[in-house]
């Protein structure tokens, strides 16, 4: 009888308590809302608001919607929801033990991220060892549309935040991820990351794009596995006017990631760029299989002393059972240093006898002349797909009806129309309509003179392709040309009188390119496997040197087995100017 009674009451103990929790969580709770917000500091559980074990995603965004000062996320149970949007002024304490993780079937955007901030203010994340988690394995499966920015955290455009006390794990692209939504403010500014865990991330542990005012404290960088970069913490700017500047990371691990400890890329950057600032302080890297500590510049940062400012103090790196102590003091152009891989900057006789080639005053024209119209054959190739900022020239003579055709590849997310602005040889501007996305386009308009046209864009992350099967197009190099994808020969004229001349070709990121130099009786004259992000100088030096010639550079995929994606290449000594044919090659006059 006293057994049976014991039974009855832990039965109706566990009834109660089952009761109880479902009360607290799946029925809102109006009136402790109501109460809660009458108060000035306005506190709120997130469970209030009617949280559901399998699905809490109502709760969790009305809570944060409800113009709650402070939004507690309870321990009511496991927090399963789909992308998180967040809003400004507001503090989200996260209470010890908390699981927030990515619902399993949904993010199937390719930048959907667990907690989003895109330009807002003043948001603290206390998380008080709390763990988001997604499923990254889930996102490299044939149901989802493959991409690398499924992060934890993503910050765009955002002013003062702070985000303390996580382990984030297992996203799709970056454990966070700080950058640019563009608008008036194209960087982060006034962020702290601190006592944060990224593990087993696929992209990066982190990845600034852009930001003024950073500091990473404390955080551990790990396992970071499944798409290049794959780094414990990546600065990698997209584009010149972004920023990475006043930037402190500070006791920090990166430790057993499939790229690099930490990646400092600033191939996008220019002469334009706001001042770098970065400061490592008591850092360390450990078995990363790239290296610890890696740094690509923007080609000809070093013409600018003092823009350029990378301190490290008591940083230790640490693979293949090796270990260095570093401590600089300001990047200074040309140090090699153990493991850090500075750039090299394989200097030789070639290259220091290589004089600048000056265009003052040089009009550009067909590099053999014909009669009008003058007809450029199509490449044996497709044009070069290009990324970021070009300028196209395309050769017409009065009175011809000048043709072009524009493919523009669509990349990721990306919605967009891409502009092109077309100059006439005396400056007059010529409308036409933008190129649609995922599209090809031609284009054609009158010539009411004889010269070179520009064509410019600007695609961004996507890319563009252009080419013309009735008139001479070559492309611009005023500044590094960037390309995606593209096995492809580009023709270049070096001019009677110049010997000595090179090119620089680097990679990106954990994606490599090979690149051969071809003299005009299709000779190699130089040639290097594959290119990593640090770049590398192709010399040549012509020992008949009285007339013009035509030679190619040619891009191929590398032999390590890797795919070819983005590289870059800048010519030195000859005309900036080349084209996927030597028919269609302008040249200066």
Known sequence: ??????????????????????????????AAIASALAKPDKVVKASWFGY?????????????????????????????????????????????????????????GTSDSLFNLTGISNVVINGNGALLRMWKSDYFSPEYKRGEWRTGITIASCSNITVD?????????????????????????????????????????I???????????????????GTPPEAGIDFEPNLPHERLANIVVRNCVAENNKGGGYIVYFSNFNETTTNVSITYDN????????????????????DFPGRTKIRMLNCRAEIRGSNETYNTDDYVAGITAGLLKFRSRQKSDIISRTKPFSD???????????????????????????????????????????????????????????????????????????????????YQFAAAETGVYTITGLPGLCTAQL???????????????????????????????????????????????????????????????????????LAASRKNAWKDEVWAIKFEKPSDGSTIEDYTFSLYGVPPVVAASKAALLVPQ
């Open 1 to 30: 009888m006293q057994n049976k009674v014991f039974r009855y009451i832990v039965m109706y103990v566990l009834l109660a308590m089952l009761a109880a929790n479902s009360s607290a969580g799946e029925t809102r709770n109006d």
């Open 52 to 108: 559901k074990a399998a699905e809490a995603t109502k709760a969790l965004q009305e809570a944060i919607n409800s113009g709650a000062k402070k939004v507690v996320i309870d321990n009511a149970g496991e927090w399963i929801v789909e992308p998180i949007m967040l809003t400004s002024d507001q503090v989200i304490e996260i209470e010890k033990g908390v699981v927030i993780t990515a619902k399993r079937g949904a993010f199937k």
């Open 165 to 205: 006390g996580l382990t984030i794990k297992d996203s799709g692209g970056d454990g966070i991820y700080l950058g640019n939504a563009g608008g008036a403010q194209p960087y982060c500014k006034g962020i702290v990351i601190r006592n944060v865990v990224c593990d087993g991330n696929a992209r990066q542990g």
């Open 207 to 225: 990845s600034v794009i852009s930001a003024e005012n950073l500091l990473i404290e404390n955080c551990t960088l790990i396992n970071t596995i």
């Open 283 to 302: 850092c360390s890297a450990k078995n990363n299989a790239f290296g610890g500590f890696m740094y690509n510049f923007w080609q000809g940062f070093e």
């Open 360 to 442: 003052d005053g040089k009009t550009y024209a067909p590099f053999k002349s014909s009669t009008s119209p003058v007809k450029a054959p199509p490449a044996k190739t497709p044009p070069p797909q290009l990324r970021e900022k070009f300028r196209c020239l395309l050769y017409a003579r009065q009175g011809e009806t000048a043709t072009f055709n524009v493919t523009f590849n669509k990349i990721g997310e990306a919605d967009m129309t891409l502009a092109l602005d077309i100059t006439s040889p005396s400056g007059n501007k010529i409308d036409v309509e933008p190129a649609p996305l995922g599209q090809e386009k031609d």
């Open 467 to 537: 080419s013309s099967k009735t008139h001479c197009l070559s492309f611009a190099l005023d500044a590094p040309l960037n390309i995606f994808q593209s096995t492809v020969s580009l023709y270049f004229l070096v001019p009677a009188g110049v010997k000595d001349f090179y090119a620089k070709v680097w990679g990106s990121s954990g994606e490599k390119v090979k690149a051969t130099l071809i003299d005009p009786q299709g000779a190699m004259v130089n040639k290097q496997d594959n290119i990593p992000e640090y770049a590398f100088k």
